[in-house]
């Protein structure tokens, strides 16, 4: 049986996080800050603690790795965008479009991850010689996958191009649905994974962010489905509430059960309506304070979280 949701998954502690200039330029959801360097770091420590200790509360296996000081990677806590794992032992690693965020690749994470989580690694499938041609895929910010339909999302962003979707969707067996997605000033949306989420029940999507031409025809498919479709505000959207994830967990009442995985930013913006529905379609919903991570580095709880299946 296909698994649209995993029990295991990996984070990188960060060493230097902070604002990163370079990323700004496509991520409008970051916002410079007064913060000192180190209190930006010390506040993202703790943000990130809390966060792996909420995730092990819930039942989900977690394997952290380090950042290393140098060079300075202030984007390592999303490691999601660089490398992906897959059920068939898959292991697909991305071209980044920032040059500061390619050395977050390290060869010695995808070995620890493997050993700690047991991952039998059946293939390697390196789409990073892209960069040399200026073209970009990254990881699961830039690909939402209806693991079960086999269906990869993506908004066309100077960081998702779709030759290289092409290549990947080849490679993975998947089909592709591509479309336009932009803020509310018409600046393209940077990644598919802070416009939408698709958990074993539901698909929730920012829809007035897709483009009219492109928007029926996304919904259609994510409707075909099977899923509950929620569509979000822009509000919702730019407060990180499509930036979620469900997780599957295991519960001594429950069983095997599924977890969302959001922000407390989100969960505070969501209306009443859209999180009752959200909370009908798992078994408990997670939301978690990451409000310096969200504010500097632009991305929320499901940009820092890499999944693993095993």
């Known amino acids: 049986m296909i698994q649209q949701c995993t029990d295991t998954v990996f984070l990188v502690r960060p060493a230097a996080f902070g604002y990163n200039a370079e990323t700004a330029v496509t991520n409008r959801m970051q916002k410079a800050g007064a913060l000192p360097g180190a209190e930006a770091q010390a506040l993202a420590l703790a943000e990130f603690d809390a966060m792996v200790a909420a995730l092990r509360s819930e ?25 992906s794992w897959h059920a068939d032992g898959t292991v697909v690693l991305y071209p980044m479009q920032a040059v500061s965020r390619r050395a977050e690749r390290r060869r010695e994470i995808v070995d620890q991850v493997a050993s700690d989580t047991g991952f039998r690694i059946a293939r390697t499938i390196d789409l990073t010689a892209h960069e040399r041609e200026g073209r970009f895929l990254e990881g699961t910010g830039s690909l939402v996958l209806d693991r079960v339909e086999r269906v990869a999302y993506a908004c066309r ?22 479309f336009d997605a932009s803020d509310r000033d018409g600046t393209p949306l940077y ?120």
């Open 191 to 310: 990644h598919t994974n802070v416009l939408m989420g698709i958990g074993r029940r539901f698909a929730a999507i920012g829809a007035d962010c897709v483009a009219p031409a492109d928007r029926a025809r996304a919904l259609a498919r994510l409707a075909a489905s099977g899923r509950d479709v929620i569509e979000l505000t822009r509000a919702e959207i730019e407060a990180f509430a499509g930036n979620l994830l469900e997780l599957e967990t295991w519960d001594e009442a429950l069983g095997d059960s599924g977890v969302v995985v959001l922000s407390a930013t989100a969960r505070a913006q969501l209306a009443p309506e859209r999180y009752a529905r959200l909370a009908a379609c798992a078994d408990s919903v997670l939301a978690v304070p990451v409000p310096t991570i969200e504010q500097l580095g632009g991305g929320s709880v499901r940009c820092m979280i890499a999944e693993v299946f095993r």
């Open 157 to 178: 962003s100077p960081r998702t191009n779709e030759h290289v979707l092409r290549e990947w969707c080849e490679a993975m067996g998947y089909a592709a649905e591509v």
């Open 59 to 83: 039942g989900v296996q977690v394997c952290v790795a380090s950042d290393t000081r140098a060079p300075v990677k202030p984007d390592a806590i999303f490691p999601n965008n660089w490398v």
